[in-house]
Every structure is written in structure tokens, then in C-alpha cells.
């Protein structure tokens, strides 16, 4: 099975920008749909964005849309999501997770059977 590795987060002040990247350290992105997830401590994992194999379908969470942007090169086997207008609220441990459902961006946790350890993000005044 495919594992993934998240990197790029860090600490970032309000307003500021954070680009994540999710590499394959064993198989290929290019066989899987591709969702970002996260999770603040005493809360349930909550979808972010999604894109599809190819990229040519994408969706986000209303809480990010139109300041994430969710990408993938498969040539170079990264996914990554672009944060900018950060706000306090976007702090928590970001997951990349892979589906082997290609046709579309899913939303949905429970068909994501592939994840990365995380990376935090922690954004402050």
C-alpha cells in the first residue's frame, strides 16, 4: 500500500501564507484520489480539500474556499495545498490521505484508507 509523507508546516503569523506538500515515500500519487484533512486537539478529523486523479475535479470545505488551493504534480509524485489568509482557527495537524476511488473528489473520511502521520500548522497574532 501507498505511504505518504506531510511537510511544510510550521508556525505562521495571522494573515500569512503556508504552502503543504504529501509525497509518496512508497508508490505513486498518480493511482489515487487526493484529500486533505485536519484536526485541532478535542475535535473530529474535518475534510479540507480534494482533487481528483488528474486534477480535473477539485472541492473544498467552505471554512477554506478561496484561500487554499489544493494541486498535484504527478510527474514530480507531490500533492500539496497552498493556505494563504491564515486565520487562528486554520491551527491544527494536517493530513494528506489517498483514495483508490479515482473517478472524482470525495469528501468523505471513510474512503480515505490511506494517510500520512501529519504536520502541524499553528497560526498566531
Not at 500569512?16 to 487526493?34: D, P
Amino acid at each position: 500500500q501507498v505511504q505518504l509523507v506531510e511537510s511544510g508546516g510550521g508556525l505562521v503569523q495571522v494573515g500569512g501564507s503556508l504552502r503543504l506538500s504529501c509525497t509518496a515515500s512508497q508508490g505513486t500519487l498518480s493511482s489515487y484520489g487526493m484529500g486533505w484533512f485536519r484536526q485541532a486537539p478535542g475535535n473530529e478529523r474535518e475534510f479540507i480539500a480534494a482533487i481528483s486523479w488528474n486534477g480535473g475535479i477539485r472541492d473544498y470545505a467552505d471554512s477554506v474556499k478561496g484561500r487554499f488551493t489544493i494541486s498535484r504534480d504527478n510527474a514530480e509524485n507531490t500533492l500539496y495545498l497552498q493556505m494563504n489568509s491564515l486565520k487562528s482557527e486554520d491551527t491544527a495537524v494536517y493530513y494528506c490521505a489517498a483514495s483508490t476511488l479515482w473517478g472524482g473528489a470525495f469528501t468523505q473520511a471513510t474512503v480515505y484508507p490511506h494517510w500520512g502521520q501529519g504536520t502541524q500548522v499553528s497560526v498566531s497574532s
